[in-house]
């Protein structure tokens, strides 16, 4: 299986993902909540009916596979595919949120901090190693952010808890292998939605009526959401996260420039040589990575899954 497909889906996906602010910028007279909705709600439509309609079989693949599990396994998958739609949700709402009512540029340190936190939690959870240069990494990294806060520390909270979010995320995505990685993330949207209906009669606006709002809502679904979501869980299946956490540095680059070059927003001194500082920190953390990648791949998996 070649290693090459894995890396091309992590870079395809955070490399789109960079461009998000394009499709959100548009809609920020529409309310945080709202554009979650239907954002979940659309998404949820298409993929059942591509499932329904094109997938059957691998359906009917995965439920045999499931229930010749044994219980603690189902219940090991149940609780990672709905925990992933948890902390997806959350990482959707406060990134939404971050870019139309805070600023692009905490929006981009949210995807800088995100893969120290990754390995972090990596650390914590599923019990993996790291070097001593990685732990000075992540130290200069948490210096990083203490400069940050210190002059924006709205920015700096909103940012801390975008990355968390979508760092666990990652990780419980590692462990959660055992099914098509589409029908996952199916899944996790239909239990995103079941447990946004509740909230949508009190907490949503008027149903919007502008054709502006919902073309820019499918670019949004299949372009920003569909696709990379799938790319990226994808790649989890063949590359570790300190590989995956390589590739999430381009969709901040790609924010940080558009902040400052496109969006014109004022970034000051203490900002940039925080940046600096988590920019030598991310080469320094990936430096073994980046240069044995072969250390990265991990064992084949059920590849007749996807």
Known sequence: MSLNKYYSAAFIA??????????LKPLHNFASLDILFYRVFFSVIIMVLVNLFFRQNIIRSNWTNFKNCDSKKKKSIVVLTLGGGVFLTLNWFVFIYVVNHVSVNAASLAYLICPILTTVFAYLILSEKLSKW???AVLMSVFACVLLSLD???????????????????????????????????????????VLIPFYPKYSGAVPTQPLFYGFMLIIVVLFTII?????????KGINSSAVGIMIY????????????????????????????ILIAIVVFNYKALHSTKSNVIPPEIEGSN
């Open 134 to 136: 990685q732990w000075g």
């Open 152 to 194: 924006h520390f709205g920015d700096f909270f909103y940012s801390l808890i975008v990355a968390a979010t979508y760092a666990l995320y990652l990780v419980s995505q590692r462990k959660n292998s055992e099914m098509d990685k589409f029908l996952t993330l199916t899944i996790q949207l239909v239990f995103t939605a079941i």
């Open 14 to 23: 955070f490399f789109i993902w960079g461009f998000f602010s394009f499709a």
């Open 250 to 277: 381009i969709n901040p680059i790609i924010n940080f420039v558009l902040a400052i070059f496109y969006y014109n927003e004022q970034i000051s001194s203490l900002q940039y040589v925080s940046y600096f500082l």
């Open 228 to 236: 990379p979501l799938f790319l990226s869980l994808y790649a989890l």
